[in-house]
């Protein structure tokens, strides 16, 4: 049930009175991505249990640019030790021949939760994960739209029984406008509350058919452009694409049978529903020229010009 009339102050004293008075004496651990939801959970945890609540960022292999990096120093800023896990090999196996793209969600949360964090919580004993899961992930998992990553109970998933531990959920009644008003009254920096959303599925929801390495490092490039070019225009999200079909193009004369990126970029408030940005032909052209000529083997660049509904705004 969604909180209307929110008061963030009054939310953050509530949710951190329930996160230590569930886990007790004993831990627990969350995943930071450096998002604003994991990054309020974070928050809310290390204000709940201090050193009870263990708090790592998953390498999955799918994240953007130095992204690792960012967030640890980050978080080293406002006093929270976060420790990075390599499970590159892990996500990657997993993701090896599925093109299907509830499988490959699927994928994702299972490596997630079963092999990453079922090991995490064993080997240091927690009995809690602290969970960033927001209203609009349930929602379009119980409506059959899209498996977001991180929906478990509400799919009859008992965390416990199949994982091993027991999940806990603070923002699962609030939308993203919501985490952000709470996130600021945590006192995250601006930097931190205004983030753009970005998926738990990471650049696997941006690659149309199989998730390589080899494709991952495309998008990822492409993404940096993408968010560089984009980034003051105020969006709600921007993001590149990497499509699956190949198209023919030509370089230095000759024939190229290359790749094709798309780009989106959405106005949005909630995530329910958005629409394009209105992008110059200026700042479209300038996207178009420096992806075909940065991100190697693109021959062409596309805008989506699709609301959501009936498109959504990940491409997986
Ligand atoms: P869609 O593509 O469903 O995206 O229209 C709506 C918003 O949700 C984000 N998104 C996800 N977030 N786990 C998440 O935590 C997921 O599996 C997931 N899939 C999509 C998306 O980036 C957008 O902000």
Not at 99 to 112: H, L, S
Not at 179 to 201: D, I, T
Not at 204 to 211: D, P, S, T, W
Request: with cysteine; net charge negative.
């Amino acid at each position: 049930m969604e909180i209307k009339n929110l008061n963030p102050k009054k939310f953050v004293s509530a949710k951190e009175e329930e996160i230590s008075a569930i886990v007790g004496t004993d831990l627990a651990i969350n995943a930071l991505s450096g998002g604003v939801d994991s990054s309020t959970v974070t928050m809310l945890g290390h204000n709940a249990l201090g050193e009870r609540l263990k708090t790592y960022f998953i390498d999955t292999g799918l994240m953007r640019e130095g992204e690792a990096e960012q967030v640890v120093s980050l978080f080293a800023d406002l006093g929270i030790k976060v420790e990075v896990v390599d499970a590159q090999r892990q996500f990657f196996g997993a993701l090896s021949g599925l093109t299907d793209p509830e499988e490959k969600r699927e994928a994702i949360t299972q490596t997630f939760y079963r092999d990453v964090f079922g090991k995490l919580v064993q080997d240091i004993g927690a009995k809690f994960l602290l969970h960033g899961t927001i209203l609009t992930d349930v929602d379009e998992t119980v409506a059959g739209i899209k498996r977001q990553h991180n929906i478990l109970t509400q799919l009859g998933i008992d965390p416990e029984r199949e994982f091993g531990y027991k999940i806990i959920e603070p923002l699962v009644q609030l939308r993203k406008d919501g985490v952000r008003e709470v996130a600021k009254a945590l006192g995250l920096p601006a930097s931190q509350y205004n983030r753009p959303p970005f998926p738990g599925p990471a650049l696997a929801a941006r690659v149309i058919g199989e998730v390589t390495p080899e494709r991952v490092a495309i998008v990822r490039k492409a993404t940096v452009i993408a968010e560089a070019e984009l980034i003051d225009s105020g969006a709600f999200q921007c993001m590149a694409i990497l499509h699956e079909d190949r198209v023919t193009g030509m370089r230095d004369g000759k024939r190229d049978y290359g790749l094709q990126i798309e780009l989106r970029s959405w106005e949005s408030k909630d995530a329910r529903i958005a629409t394009p940005t209105r992008l110059s032909y200026d700042v479209l052209e300038r996207l178009s020229e420096r992806i075909t000529t940065e991100v190697p083997g693109v021959v062409s660049v596309t805008y989506n010009i699709t609301k959501k509904p009936p498109s959504t705004m990940e491409v997986v």
